[in-house]
């Protein structure tokens, strides 16, 4: 079964630092790019960041950007995002995600088909003083 | 403030048919594909439709989506109680460089 488990969650204090772990099982976690997504009591779906399969390369929301830093470890199958410099508005449940991308293009015009098929059920971020 | 807008809340009796929106612009919508999700409360959202109109295995084919210039429409036909959820959509934004997600529509069925 396809798995995502994500863990490290809790209270931080403005300006603190959380890393948050994924542990994933079921498929073979190198050749995938995985993401996180994060939502906010009440609130909808904020993609924050996302790790390419093959070259490792790393995006994020610009909401996060310098603040977040995305990584994986493929012998442990596991996924991370160290969060610093954290804000009362990054509070959210934090979900780790399986993403796919591909670029369809005709000559020099490409689209991005982009979309996640496999969500962890989330760890929880509270930012308090 | 997300990029793409969709309506907070939409409703219809069992058996009929709804249609959610999520606009969004040419960096968006308009050059790339359409993806939608449903939620469920206190639940990790659920991959509904990819590439526009693809559906992955198990998703009924009351589910159907389209998009047409920086647009994107979702329908449900066939309204079950168990539809009752959020839905989202996603796409890429090219100028962002970043996955975007949809303000979120909720489904009552009356």
């Known amino acids: 079964e396809v798995q995502l488990v994500e863990s490290g969650g809790g209270v931080v204090r403005p300006g603190g630092s959380l890393r948050l772990s994924c542990a994933a099982s079921g498929f073979a976690f190198g050749d995938y790019g995985m993401s996180w997504v994060r939502q906010a009591p009440g609130k909808g779906l904020e993609w924050v960041s996302g790790?390419?399969?093959?070259?490792?390369?790393?995006l994020y929301a610009d909401s996060v950007k310098g603040r977040f830093t995305i990584s994986r470890d493929t012998a442990k199958n596991s996924l991370y995002l160290q969060m610093s410099s954290l804000r009362d508005e990054d509070a959210a449940s934090y979900h780790c995600?399986?993403?796919?991308?591909?670029?369809?293009?005709?000559?020099?015009?490409?689209?991005?088909?982009?979309?996640?098929?496999?969500w962890g059920k989330g760890t929880s971020v509270t930012v308090a003083s | 403030q997300s990029v793409l807008t969709q309506p907070p809340s939409v409703s219809a009796a069992p058996g009929q048919k709804v249609t959610i929106s999520c606009s969004g612009g040419s960096s968006n919508i308009g050059n790339n594909y359409v993806s939608w999700y449903q939620q469920f409360p206190g639940t990790a959202p659920q991959l509904l439709i990819y590439d526009n109109n693809k559906r992955p295995s198990g998703i009924p084919d009351r589910f159907s989506g389209s998009r047409s210039g920086t647009s994107a429409t979702l329908d449900i036909t066939g309204l079950q109680t168990g539809d009752e959820a959020d839905f989202y959509c996603g796409t890429w934004d090219t100028n962002l460089n970043a996955y975007v997600l949809g303000t979120g529509t909720r489904v009552t069925v009356l």
């Open positions: 995600a399986r993403h796919f991308r591909t670029n369809y293009c005709i000559l020099l015009d490409c689209s991005v088909g982009f979309y996640i098929d496999v």
């Open positions: 790790l390419h399969w093959k070259t490792g390369t790393t």
